[in-house]
């Protein structure tokens, strides 16, 4: 079975086990054509109201998750609901603790459309739907490539030579992503031969996939390691970006003047992240508050922001916290920052 029949699938059974479990009606509406904003939409019956909501299947729920609706996903969470194969009791307090709508091929369910209002949590499925592992395109090597796609608009219609030689990957990695990124519903080609044009289409959830992908694929293997300095070292340094980069928290402060940053995240420089811990006196610390990430992009490709990685990655460091305390500061970025690189062309 393919992944759209799979997802149908999952959509099905978490209705109808939410249907079992509560009494409610609901009608799936499935998209006309593939690549539309959605997966469905969900009409809810109950005493005489309709209730629509945007349902987006996933196979499963992350700790990102339960930032992204709040910030980017919806400027109306409440009219959006995820639907997934299985959430845990205690991603279900999380989820709702959150404002985010869910249910599940369990019955599981929260949703809070008064004068509806459903929690119910710690049903289990040993049948779950398994929809297919998550695809090339958000691996590693994938996420590193879409990271250039999504930060250089105009690197998509340049020879899949050119494209892998900026992203510092391999050719092949160029071909099966942009395949498979057209398979997802997330490239459309117009024209023909030479006058070929290649855009990226449904961009606002292509950057909830990445922003998902890479705090569960890519930046675990980034990180050098955890340190601790001097108590408020990294006020006022201004970094040599050949060297290191402020990510996170930190660069957040500096985009926004909003946040108070707990926690630094510094990207350097693979050949010599040395470098930074001697001049600032960083020592090894697993319960330290300083991370460093190896990065990952050529300063020629994706320039930087000052001293600072590319609003992005800012962006994508913030929402892998988890932290709701970054929620605000998340926002402003993607309101600021963010939206214009997904704009539809």
């Not at 044009?197 to 909830?208: G, M």
């Amino acid at each position: 079975m393919d992944r759209q029949t799979l997802e149908h699938a999952v959509l099905q059974n978490a209705t109808d086990a939410c249907a079992r479990e509560t009494g409610i009606k609901i009608n799936i509406k499935l998209p006309k054509k593939a690549g539309q904003r959605v997966d469905a939409v969900l009409a809810i019956y109950h005493h005489g109201k309709r209730i629509t909501l945007e349902a987006e299947v996933r196979n499963r729920i992350t700790t990102v998750d339960t930032l992204l609706p709040l910030v980017a996903a919806r400027h109306e969470p409440e009219k959006f609901v995820l639907v997934t194969p299985q959430v845990t009791a205690r991603m279900a307090d999380r989820l709702k603790a959150a404002g985010i709508q869910f249910m599940d091929e369990a019955g599981n369910v929260y949703l809070n459309q008064p004068p509806l209002y459903l929690f119910v949590k710690g049903n289990k499925n040993p049948e779950v739907t398994r929809l297919p592992a998550v695809g090339r395109a958000f691996k590693q090597t994938g996420l590193r490539l879409l990271f250039h796609l999504l930060c250089n608009r105009d690197l998509l219609n340049k020879p899949f030579r050119t494209i892998a030689a900026q992203a510092g990957v391999a050719f092949g990695v160029v071909n099966w992503t942009m395949r498979e990124l057209k398979e997802l519903g997330f490239l459309e080609e117009t024209g023909t031969r030479r006058n070929r044009q290649t855009r990226l289409i449904r961009k606002k959830t292509l950057l909830e996939r990445w922003v998902t992908g890479y705090a569960e694929q890519l930046r675990p293997k980034l990180i050098h390691g955890r340190y601790q300095g001097p108590v408020g070292w990294w006020h006022n340094v201004v970094l040599d970006p050949e060297t290191a980069l402020w990510g996170g928290e930190v660069a957040a402060a500096k985009l926004t003047r909003h946040l108070k940053p707990q926690d630094v995240t510094l990207y350097v420089d693979k050949q010599k992240p040395n470098t930074i811990l001697m001049a600032h006196r960083l020592r090894k610390d697993p319960l330290g508050d300083v991370t460093l990430l190896y990065r990952f992009w050529d300063l020629d490709a994706i320039p930087p922001d000052q001293d600072m990685v590319p609003p992005l990655l800012v962006y994508a460091d913030l929402m892998a916290t988890g932290e709701q305390r970054n929620l605000e500061t998340a926002r402003m970025i993607y309101e600021r920052h963010i939206v214009q690189l997904i704009r539809e062309d």
